[in-house]
């Protein structure tokens, strides 16, 4: 190319970069490259506990190498870990617990490998900020404090960041600390589930209703008594001596020491029920069908139920199909007697969460932590759940300071 016609081209290069046109069209480029990605720099690894097998708490192990969170769906969000909850339900899935399961929810096709779910993390509840959007959120910015329930088939939050869905969040309670915060969200959309989506309850169809919580001072049990209290119902709890006076402190109108002697008993000769909560199980079902007035569309709705053990022990299929004929009959079974049978699930929920976050800002529900670890001290936080017996949450915190 000639000297000359080097200028021409120079010229003209220099004349379409001032182009007004031209600069229209590359802010709105570069705006839309901002919306697929806004973060300042490109990570690819971050630091979290993780599991490479199933086992006690030898498998627990800290990595700053596991992988970083992609938005893989539009309406998904990554969101910077404040604060993580964990739950029982960590400590079985740590052994193993459900893995047949959440491995086909992961992988319906059984595209991946055995054991492609690890390493795994755990930590099902969150409280943090939202660090980017995918291009469908439109209820969620940036820097919003947010607070979830994750599901066990996804990442847990025992990490840096986590990727969940915008329908499975929701904005944190701005009376509540990130810490406060993440001892709330798994046991309030379980306990949601179970009392309003199963049983049927709300806040207008709630007053006056007697509820029975069998089991009433673990997680979901505490939240459980609150939410009731909150929406008029009357309340009456089961769960030892120790814990009696922290139950009514929480709102229980009447209390039942399960240790007492045969809890059955006392519960006999009160007046029937129209909800029950069984957070209990084993040979409850037994005699706590004949506590529900019949014929009034009472329900009975137990959280123990062997839906994960039967596709553990029998494989997927036929673990389902155990699992429908043996609900199918029970529910026959009562209903001839006029009361309804029900298993009760956890499902995430951010309009449940939404609805629990006005509560807890209006002073009805309030967050009960048991302790807070730091993040270097999730093994110890373990050991905290395993032992039970807890009247509240166990957070870890994640600080810069604790990695």
């Known amino acids: 190319m000639s000297f000359s016609r080097y200028l021409v081209h120079r010229r003209l290069l220099l004349h379409l970069r001032n182009c007004p046109s031209v600069n229209t069209s590359t802010s709105r480029l570069d705006s839309q490259k901002r919306l697929v990605s806004t973060s300042n720099r490109c990570r690819t690894v971050m630091p979290a506990w993780v599991i490479d097998r199933y086992g006690n708490n030898d498998v627990l192990r800290f990595t700053r190498n596991a992988g970083f969170p992609v938005i893989h769906y539009p309406n998904e969000v990554i969101i910077k870990v404040f604060a993580a909850g964990l739950n029982p339900l960590d400590v079985s899935m740590r052994g193993g617990y459900g893995a047949a399961t959440l491995t086909m929810r992961r992988d319906p096709l059984n595209i991946t490998q055995s054991g492609s779910e690890f390493p795994l993390i755990l930590g099902r509840d969150v409280s943090g900020v939202i660090m980017e959007c995918g291009l469908d959120v439109k ?216 609805e629990v976050r006005d509560m807890v800002d209006a002073g009805q529900i309030r967050a009960v932590v048991e302790e807070t670890f730091r993040f270097s001290q999730v093994p110890q936080a373990f050991e905290k759940v395993e032992k039970g017996h807890a009247r509240g949450k166990t957070v870890v915190q994640i600080s810069q300071d604790g990695l």
């Open 139 to 354: 209820h969620f910015s940036e820097r919003d404090e947010v607070w979830a329930a994750v599901p066990p088939w996804k990442q847990g939050s025992l990490a840096e960041f986590v990727v969940l869905s915008a329908n499975e969040i929701s904005h944190k309670p701005k009376s509540l600390s990130h810490i406060e915060a993440a001892a709330i969200p798994y046991v309030a959309t379980t306990a949601w589930s179970a009392l309003v989506n199963t049983g049927g309850l709300s806040k207008d169809k709630c007053a006056n209703k007697r509820i029975l919580i069998l089991g009433g001072s673990g997680g979901v049990g505490t939240f459980a008594i609150q939410m009731m209290k909150a929406w008029d119902g009357h309340v009456t709890v089961t769960c030892s001596q120790n814990a009696e006076r922290f139950v009514k402190e929480l709102g229980a109108d009447h209390v039942v020491d399960y240790t007492a002697g045969p809890v059955e008993e006392p519960l006999s000769k009160l007046e029937k029920f129209d909800l029950i909560l069984d957070n209990v199980g084993g040979d409850t079902e037994r005699w706590a069908l004949g506590l529900l007035k019949p014929w009034c569309g009472a329900k009975y709705v137990t959280l123990v139920t062997p839906f994960m053990q039967n596709t553990d022990t029998l494989g997927v299929a036929d673990g389902m199909m155990q699992t429908a004929a043996t609900v199918a009959t029970k529910a026959l079974k009562h209903l001839i007697k006029g009361v309804h049978y029900r298993w009760g699930f956890f499902a995430p929920s951010g309009p449940a969460l939404d």
